[in-house]
T-cell receptor
Framework: GAVVSQHPSWVICKSGTSVKIECRSL??????MFWYRQFPKQSLMLMAT?????????EQGVEKDKFLINHASLTLSTLTVTSAHPEDSSFYIC??????????????FGEGSRLTVL | GDSVTQMEGPVTLSEEAFLTINCTYT??????LFWYVQYPGEGLQLLLK?????DKGSNKGFEATYRKETTSFHLEKGSVQVSDSAVYFC??????????FGAGTRLFVKA
């Protein structure tokens, strides 16, 4: 099946630094990838939709200058948390849909990246 | 707006017990419906799906039927195993390629 890989799986950083998380589709092309945030014992909150070759679409309430998304190729999207603060500590998950798949197509998820900001 | 409501957990069952996790949705149009599962320490993966009314999705002994009249997609399994312990998410595709997730239901199965 289709595989999505995230890196790093966990990261600890100091407050004020920036952290980049990569999301790769290993064996398929993904025109669109999605970034989520998952709080403990809560559901996935969609942060943004990442579109290859164009600007990401952010959900209401998500700061686009804080969470920079780049989707430079059909297999890679990156999320950069800029000037991270403790409240940004969370589990970040990406997902992708195979390019050209119609509605009703499943999402393939990365393993998630746990960010801890000290 | 679009939303998914699923039963709160955690749900604790003994091995071989019957499982039901309720899920209802609010959506415009006719969405595709999904159940995703997240095993400990892993990412989410698709468990089953149904794309139109009265369709039944099934996988690994789990089943769910798309009930348009009650806007429900309840997950069932006749005999759970310890290895089924995980968090289960009900979700639907809005048709705009955006997927809406429920809050997740944690299942513990005791030997």
């Amino acid at each position: 099946g289709a595989v999505v890989s995230q890196h790093p799986s966990w990261v600890i950083c100091k407050s004020g630094t920036s952290v980049k998380i990569e999301c790769r589709s290993l064996d398929f092309q993904a025109t669109t990838m999605f970034w989520y945030r998952q709080f403990p014992k809560q559901s996935l909150m969609l942060m943004a939709t990442s579109n290859e070759g164009s600007k990401a679409t952010y959900e209401q309430g998500v700061e686009k200058d804080k969470f920079l998304i780049n989707h430079a190729s059909l297999t890679l999207s990156t999320l950069t948390v800029t000037s991270a603060h403790p409240e940004d500590s969370s589990f970040y998950i990406c997902s992708a849909r195979i390019s050209g798949s119609s509605r009703g197509g499943e999402l393939f998820f990365g393993e998630g990246s746990r960010l801890t900001v000290l | 707006g679009d939303s998914v409501t699923q039963m709160e957990g955690p749900v604790t069952l003994s091995e071989e017990a019957f499982l039901t996790i309720n899920c209802t949705y609010t959506a415009t149009g006719y969405p595709s419906l999904f159940w995703y599962v997240q095993y400990p320490g892993e990412g989410l993966q698709l468990l089953l799906k149904a794309t139109k009314a009265d369709d039944k999705g099934s996988n690994k002994g789990f089943e769910a039927t798309y009930r348009k009249e009650t806007t429900s997609f309840h997950l069932e399994k006749g005999s759970v195993q310890v290895s089924d312990s995980a968090v289960y998410f009900c979700a639907f595709d809005t048709g705009g390629f955006k997927t809406i997730f429920g809050a997740g239901t944690r299942l513990f199965v005791k030997a």
